[in-house]
């Protein structure tokens, strides 16, 4: 089946084969004085060979590989790719491809748009995670700490190709975290599509496809309305201000398990939609249904009470936090997003109270 390209700011998002042609017709056209592959050490085993194949090229290509892992998306990281586009003669007229998850293409896309103020990039995003979210919509940026994207502009890559035969080299814990994007996608927008998505028994790599192009269909709606987040661009981020804070926390403290990003934003689904019921009405037994769903394809994360005031301590440094308040985005319904919800500390309580007793 054919997808057409999907226009995203002043991008182009492009499916499979389609991609590597605009890709070599654009190199042609630009003649990019050198090209710059980021990678990290996983995607430079299974990935770089598959697509450095596809390139038509005579331009010199360098590599540049960093550490995988959410851990290494840090300005240090940045600084040590910068280091390097200098050492190998980088100049206005170069251009980065990035190919990897979205940790490769959230950083990459930062480190081009702030090299000599600015240079072209493109990203071939390699995760689910990274081809239904990360890749499109122009964010880039790193953490700082264990907070999650605290630095970083908005900056479109010049196009994104997703190619989900980069899938086949993906562990399966690494798809399941991506599909939590999917299935938030699902709450924000209808219930048909969270019933197409939430099956995972019925899913092969080959429906993905599908379900993938209606994903990036879904977020590019949203950010082409709301470029600069301004309103409806936050329904993008429900489950991620409490799933942000749980993962940053697990992230800090050495005795705790640091969990995959769906994960935490699984966790933060449970207890948004907790909230919503409290706070709006979601429908009791539809939250049941979704809570039970998100908890038979991801489990739950050990959290005592002993650590919940941390994680809430931690949501001050959320993204979306204006004039010293914490605004969450609760749902009344699915596809009924109330944006910049104030919640009470005891409202917090009971929801990480009924995520435990789950």
Known sequence: MKFDPIASGNSIVYFENEGYTALNSYLKEEKPSKIFVLVDSNTLQDCLPIFLAKLETEIVIETIEIEPGESFKTIDTCVGVWNALSELNADRKSIILNLGGGVVTDLGGFVASTFKRGIPYINIPTSLLAMVDASVGGKTGVDLGVLKNQIGVISHSEMVIVDTNYLKTLPGKQMRSGHAEILKHGL???????????????????????????????????????????????????????????????????????????????????????????????????????????????????????????????????????????????????????????????????????????
């Open 188 to 358: 924000i927008t209808s219930k048909s599509y969270w019933d197409k998505c939430s099956d995972l028994k019925n899913l092969t790599l080959e429906s993905y496809d599908a379900i993938i192009y209606e994903s990036v269909q879904i977020k590019n709606n949203v950010v082409t309305k709301d470029p600069k987040e301004k309103g409806l661009r936050k329904t993008l981020n429900f489950g991620h201000t409490l799933g942000h804070a749980i993962e940053s926390y697990l992230l800090e403290h050495d005795t705790k398990d640091a969990v995959l990003h769906g994960e935490a934003v699984a966790a933060g689904m449970i207890l948004a939609l907790h909230l919503s019921e409290a706070e709006y009405e979601f429908p009791s037994q539809e939250k049941e249904e979704i809570c039970n769903t998100l908890l038979s394809i991801y489990g739950k994360i050990s959290l005592n009470h002993e650590d919940y005031q941390h994680i809430i301590e931690l949501l001050k440094f959320d993204k979306k936090n204006t004039h010293g308040k914490i605004n969450f985005i609760l749902l009344k319904g699915f596809g009924e997003a109330v944006l910049d919800c104030q919640i009470s500390n005891e409202r917090l309580l009971e929801a990480f109270n009924y995520y435990k007793n789950l």
